[in-house]
């Protein structure tokens, strides 16, 4: 306690008053204003705490939406490139399939030599033994259709030859046996020209009349649809990294930020399919190739109803020649198609043959990053603290946030593990088969296959999903602006161990 004395003018003294020191106005004013003082700064950093960690998650997701969807434009590329792809195959198994049975323009031109010889020769035989026949008793009932060239190559050519041949040996029969007097051999050898050759006669002819009214079709598929879909894919090309680049813009300036991504004009991943031209050695040159496996398993497919509706016509062998013509003609115009376009299909960048899935990037994280990745910033200037400019700004780059995405095939990938003679089950690729691959031949093993009972299927299945940051964000600095360059280039690099693809 502290007593104070107060003294009067009389020289008395007045009654003692008792203060304590804690009553001292003064002093509890001042420590008042300090702890005022130090609260409102405190409220500032939780404000300024809270603004920027709200506005860090806000630009995290902006991020993260500008990757995805930068990324789901080049997914969708990838499944616009693979599906047509598929239509082409399909398309060309329709043309190998008609072009199998009479030939190029169905005028016969186009027969190989064997087959000219041959024609040329059994034509001057039957116009000497169809008279001969006639002569002695035969009612010769395919002369003199039988005695003209054949307007037609392929399957119609090589089965109406083999019916030449028989008929030339039913005359040369018919001949003998008048010379003998057997009369009832030559009833019996017009008959079997009548009812057993003939009728094989007539439905070659009849292939050969369907072909020649399909031909302008054909033609048009081969001038017109063809290159469509390849000029669609070129637009494809075109398209992806301007659509890709300006949403990645676009997301961001949905949420009031400002998006970038990296590389700054994404492409897919693609290239034209080198190939050999291998000339007369097609079949094994292009056996392989990808418009090979897109077409080939169609033709299995779709020419069962004709070797189901040709298989009663056994002294031709229309059903054995159709099915070797039609493998021969796989590669043929498939080589054509490549020679005389100059435009193969669309396949993976750094595509190997002789095989499908042993590619470098299979095997290499970063190639694999630098051909499906996409990385998306979303950038803004630092915003000003509460408590400017007592309080100054702490990142004065401006705030980056960053997401990795990417393009993937989520179709099974077993390289070399394809069950029997079917094709290899690869999902990163521009051909999209339905796993297992049962209903899609391989061209390897045409033996395995006569017809095929199950329609091939496709899954289109090319996905894209976000991913931990990888190395690859350390070679977005130069390929990004000064605002985001600024700010990526102070990042640590990514340590590998921290990898996870």
Same mark, same amino acid.
């Given at each position: 306690?502290?007593?104070?004395?107060?003294?009067?003018?009389?020289?008395?003294?007045?009654?003692?008053?008792?203060?304590?020191?804690?009553?001292?106005?003064?002093?509890?004013?001042?420590?008042?204003?300090? !702890?005022?003082?130090?609260?409102?700064?405190?409220?500032?950093?939780? $404000?300024?705490?809270?603004?920027?960690?709200?506005?860090?998650?806000?630009?995290?997701?902006?991020? @993260? #939406?500008?990757?995805? &969807?930068?990324?789901?434009?080049?997914?969708?590329?990838?499944?616009?490139?693979?599906?047509?792809?598929?239509?082409?195959?399909?398309?060309?198994?329709?043309? *190998?399939?008609?072009?199998?049975?009479?030939?190029?323009?169905?005028?016969?031109?186009?027969?190989?030599?064997?087959?000219?010889?041959?024609?040329?020769?059994?034509?001057?035989?039957?116009?000497?033994?169809?008279?001969?026949?006639?002569?002695?008793?035969?009612?010769?009932?395919?002369?003199?259709?039988?005695?003209?060239?054949?307007?037609?190559?392929?399957?119609?050519?090589?089965?109406?030859?083999?019916?030449?041949?028989?008929?030339? #040996?039913?005359?040369?029969?018919?001949? *003998?046996?008048?010379?003998?007097?057997?009369?009832?051999?030559?009833?019996?050898?017009?008959?079997?020209?009548?009812?057993?050759?003939?009728?094989?006669?007539?439905?070659?002819?009849? $292939?050969?009349?369907?072909?020649?009214?399909?031909?302008?079709?054909?033609?048009?598929?081969?001038?017109?649809?063809?290159?469509?879909?390849?000029?669609?894919?070129?637009?494809?090309?075109?398209?992806?990294?301007?659509?890709?680049?300006?949403?990645?813009?676009?997301?961001?300036?949905?949420?009031?930020?400002? /998006?970038?991504?990296?590389? !700054?004009?994404?492409?897919?991943?693609?290239?034209?399919?080198?190939?050999?031209?291998?000339?007369?050695?097609?079949?094994?040159?292009?056996?392989?190739?990808?418009?090979?496996?897109?077409?080939?398993?169609?033709?299995?497919? @779709?020419?069962?109803?004709?070797?189901?509706?040709?298989?009663?016509?056994?002294? !031709?062998?229309?059903?054995?020649? %159709?099915?070797?013509?039609?493998?021969?003609?796989?590669?043929?115009? !498939?080589?054509?198609?490549?020679?005389?376009?100059?435009?193969?299909?669309?396949?993976?960048?750094?595509?190997?043959?002789?095989?499908?899935?042993?590619?470098?990037?299979?095997?290499?994280?970063?190639?694999?990053?630098?051909?499906? &990745?996409?990385?998306?910033?979303?950038?803004?200037?630092?915003?000003?603290?509460?408590?400017?400019?007592?309080?100054?700004?702490?990142?004065?780059?401006?705030?980056?946030?960053?997401?990795?995405?990417?393009? %993937?095939?989520?179709?099974?990938?077993?390289?070399?593990?394809?069950?029997?003679?079917?094709?290899?089950?690869? /999902?990163? @690729?521009?051909?999209?088969?339905?796993?297992?691959?049962? #209903?899609?031949?391989?061209?390897?093993?045409?033996?395995?296959?006569?017809?095929?009972?199950?329609?091939?299927?496709?899954?289109?299945?090319?996905?894209?999903?976000?991913?931990?940051?990888?190395?690859?964000? @350390?070679?977005?600095?130069?390929?990004?602006?000064?605002?985001?360059?600024?700010?990526?280039?102070?990042?640590?690099?990514?340590?590998?161990?921290?990898?996870?693809?």
């Amino acid at each position: 306690m502290i007593r104070i004395i107060e003294v009067t003018n009389a020289g008395t003294s007045k009654s003692f008053r008792h203060i304590r020191c804690g009553a001292r106005r003064g002093a509890m004013a001042y420590v008042m204003l300090l !702890s005022m003082f130090a609260f409102s700064v405190l409220g500032m950093f939780v $404000m300024d705490i809270a603004r920027m960690t709200s506005r860090k998650l806000e630009m995290q997701q902006v991020a @993260d #939406s500008t990757a995805y &969807s930068t990324s789901l434009v080049m997914t969708r590329g990838m499944n616009a490139v693979t599906v047509s792809n598929h239509h082409i195959g399909e398309v060309m198994a329709f043309v *190998i399939l008609h072009k199998a049975i009479a030939g190029e323009n169905v005028d016969g031109r186009d027969k190989t030599r064997q087959q000219q010889a041959l024609d040329n020769q059994l034509s001057f035989a039957l116009m000497v033994l169809g008279p001969a026949a006639l002569a002695a008793g035969g009612r010769a009932s395919t002369f003199p259709d039988c005695a003209e060239d054949i307007r037609a190559a392929e399957t119609v050519c090589d089965g109406k030859l083999m019916l030449k041949m028989e008929i030339a #040996s039913v005359y040369a029969a018919q001949i *003998i046996a008048a010379a003998y007097g057997l009369q009832a051999v030559v009833a019996a050898l017009s008959d079997f020209e009548e009812y057993v050759i003939k009728p094989e006669w007539d439905a070659l002819d009849r $292939m050969e009349r369907q072909a020649r009214a399909d031909l302008p079709r054909r033609k048009r598929l081969e001038r017109e649809f063809l290159v469509a879909i390849q000029e669609y894919q070129d637009e494809v090309l075109r398209d992806v990294p301007e659509v890709a680049s300006s949403t990645a813009g676009a997301v961001a300036g949905a949420s009031w930020g400002q /998006g970038v991504c990296f590389p !700054s004009r994404p492409e897919l991943p693609l290239v034209r399919e080198p190939f050999r031209d291998g000339g007369r050695n097609h079949q094994r040159t292009m056996a392989r190739t990808q418009i090979v496996r897109a077409a080939y398993p169609w033709v299995v497919f @779709d020419r069962g109803p004709v070797l189901a509706n040709t298989s009663w016509m056994l002294l !031709s062998q229309t059903t054995e020649w %159709y099915r070797d013509w039609t493998d021969f003609d796989t590669t043929e115009r !498939s080589q054509w198609f490549y020679r005389g376009k100059g435009r193969p299909m669309l396949v993976i960048r750094r595509h190997v043959l002789p095989e499908k899935g042993t590619e470098p990037w299979t095997k290499d994280a970063k190639l694999a990053d630098e051909q499906f &990745s996409v990385i998306g910033f979303a950038y803004e200037p630092s915003p000003r603290p509460f408590g400017s400019p007592a309080l100054k700004r702490q990142n004065k780059g401006g705030l980056v946030a960053y997401a990795q995405a990417i393009t %993937y095939g989520a179709n099974p990938q077993n390289p070399g593990k394809s069950t029997g003679p079917f094709q290899p089950e690869i /999902g990163w @690729d521009t051909l999209a088969w339905t796993a297992p691959v049962k #209903s899609s031949g391989a061209y390897e093993f045409p033996a395995s296959f006569a017809a095929g009972r199950t329609c091939p299927r496709i899954h289109l299945n090319w996905q894209t999903k976000l991913v931990p940051v990888t190395g690859y964000l @350390d070679r977005s600095v130069a390929d990004t602006p000064d605002e985001v360059s600024r700010v990526v280039g102070r990042i640590v690099p990514v340590a590998g161990a921290m990898r996870t693809h």
